[in-house]
């Protein structure tokens, strides 16, 4: 209580001093104009004050509203900025609105025109669509994007695709009012509200749509009554082969679209005009290359009509690096490898037989491998012959040893026999020289000194005498001319070898190589340059 009359007290001497003394607010308000002071008026008379302040006066004043002015000039634009900013908040917000307005009632004209062109008294979807001067079949237009090739087997002969279907034909009873071009096509999802061509594919054996995240399909229905539907099909077609040239063959594939139910009196497919089948880019597989593409008709007459139908045939090259690499390469390898038999020892058995053993294995277990990769034809393959050819040549470079072990037996059964002839002639040598010496010896002891026998001449005249210098004509001598006979290179480069068995080498190592070559030139011409039937109608 004493505390708080103590602060009203001092409170009310405050005020007493400040209307007895000018405060310090009031003294720091003096404000200098051209050297002259003025203090503006306070409850009491300004310290100071003068009549030179009092003159000083109108011109302040003058001062004070040429401030004003210029302030209120400054904020003359400010205050029109402020309301061109709110004019166009104003502005936007009622166009959203309206536009908000305007789209609602776009998509309720929408509604409104598929309930009257759809609506269940006004739309029969069991009946197809009239065709030309209403009495005409329907026509429908076909076109298909190729979006992915995901495999193509040859053992199960089919190919799996992943395509955008689309049609387009006409139904007069789908025309509506464009509204002045704002509306210029209509979209649905839903394919059981109107009339659809019965199309199927002809030698599917899979397929199915894709749902993921909805259903990859849409309707547009135009103006003028035009419908297009587009959907996205994944499928496995079935794609005979023919592998007489594998793995240089080029194979088709074919795609075939039929009516099947309506006959060509009441439904007919035509490709599109312009780009009936487009092809995605960087289309990438993994053993083919897709060369080009043919479109054609394929009408097909049953015991219930003639239906319309259409096919696209596939062109696909094979890739030939992936199996020059897997598979030639390593049989021209195992091939060459049961060569090296032929610069062994004839000697060393265990080595060339574990060699030509191995070789012709592995080459067996090569061959089976690219059977199985392949299915069972009745007809001979390019690889067939390869892969035959390469297992004979191994095949007798095994043979070819077999030849000279029985040619090195040979040749010693034939040394010892020449080395028991040549004993033989030594003994019969010797039996004859002893029995020569015995007629020498024999006519040296004969009593008048002639031998026991004398020799006939060797030159007799045709009278039966001979020819001696008694008879006064001179004889003459007996000349015989042979003409040398010719050296063979080939004989006489082999008969540096003196065994057979190593003849048999030495003609093997030149022999092979050069048959296999002969080999390589003929298959590699038959088969890289034979031109197949292309650019034909497609097989239907």
């Given amino acids: 209580m004493e505390s708080a009359i103590g602060r009203e007290e001092s409170a009310g001497s405050l005020r007493v001093y400040l209307q007895k003394r000018p405060s310090e607010f009031q003294r720091r308000r003096v404000m200098d104009f051209g050297g002259q002071k003025w203090t503006p008026r306070g409850g009491d008379a300004a310290v100071g004050s003068s009549e030179e302040d009092l003159e000083v006066k109108p011109a302040v004043q003058s001062r004070r509203a040429s401030s004003r002015a210029s302030s209120t000039r400054g904020r003359m634009p400010l205050l029109l900025m402020l309301f ?33 062109i759809i609506g269940p008294g006004n739309y029969d979807k069991r ?26 087997s040859d053992v199960k002969m089919e190919y799996s695709i992943q395509i955008t279907f689309r049609e387009q034909w006409m139904d007069e009873r789908l025309e509506f009012d464009d509204m002045g071009g704002r509306i210029q096509y209509l979209t649905m999802t839903d394919t059981d509200m109107i009339w659809m061509p019965d199309l199927f594919f002809k030698n599917e054996k899979d397929g199915h749509f894709h749902k993921i995240i909805l259903p990859n399909v849409y309707i547009r229905i135009f103006p003028d009554g035009g419908v297009l539907y587009s959907i996205r099909i994944s499928l496995a077609l079935s794609c005979p082969m023919d592998l007489k040239l594998f793995p240089l063959d080029r194979q088709q594939c074919q795609l075939l679209m039929a009516s099947y139910g309506w006959t060509t009196e009441d439904l007919v497919f035509l490709w599109k005009s312009v780009d009936p089948v487009q092809v995605t880019k960087n289309l990438h597989l993994p053993r083919f290359t897709l060369e080009k593409f043919i479109t054609d008709y394929c009408n097909s007459k049953t015991n ?44 060393a058995v265990p080595a060339r037989v574990s060699l030509g053993v191995t070789t012709l294995l592995t080459m067996s277990t090569q061959t089976s491998s690219i059977n199985q990769s392949l299915p069972p034809v009745s007809y001979t393959k390019a690889i067939d012959v390869w892969t035959g050819v390469c297992l004979t040549f191994v095949f007798g470079a095994l043979l070819e040893f077999a030849l000279v072990n029985y040619a090195s037996r040979s040749d010693k059964q034939r040394e010892k026999i ?16 002893a029995a020569m010496q015995e007629a020498m010896m024999e006519q040296v002891e004969d009593g008048h000194g002639h031998p026991a026998f004398a020799m006939k001449p060797l030159v007799s005249r045709p009278n039966g005498g001979s020819l001696s210098s008694s008879g006064g004509e001179k004889g003459r ?41 002969f080999f390589n030139m003929a298959y590699w011409s038959t088969y890289l340059f034979t031109e197949e039937e292309e650019g034909g109608p497609p097989k239907k």
């Fill in 84 to 116: 061109l900013l709110f004019f166009c908040h104003i502005s936007c917000a009622w166009g959203k609105r309206q536009g908000r307005t305007s789209s609602a009632n776009f998509r309720e004209t929408e509604k409104r025109i598929l309930d009257d």
């Fill in 127 to 152: 009946i197809r669509p009239a065709g030309a001067n209403d009495t005409g079949p329907a026509v429908v237009r076909i076109n298909l994007m190729i979006r992915n090739v995901q495999t193509i």
């Fill in 304 to 347: 219930t009509g003639e239906y319309s139908c259409l096919i696209v045939a596939l062109i696909f090259k094979r890739e030939f690096s992936y199996y020059l690499i897997q598979y030639y390469i390593p049989c021209c390898m195992l091939v060459i490898v049961s060569w090296v038999s032929f610069w062994l020892d004839q000697n």
């Fill in 418 to 433: 020449k080395e028991k002839m040549k004993e033989q002639k030594k003994q019969w040598e010797a039996e004859h020289a």
């Fill in 477 to 517: 001598p007996c000349e015989i001319h042979l003409q040398p006979k010719r050296k063979n290179c080939c004989r006489t480069w082999l008969s540096k070898f003196p065994t057979r068995s190593k003849r048999i080498d030495v003609i093997s190592r030149i022999t092979f190589p050069l048959v296999f070559a």
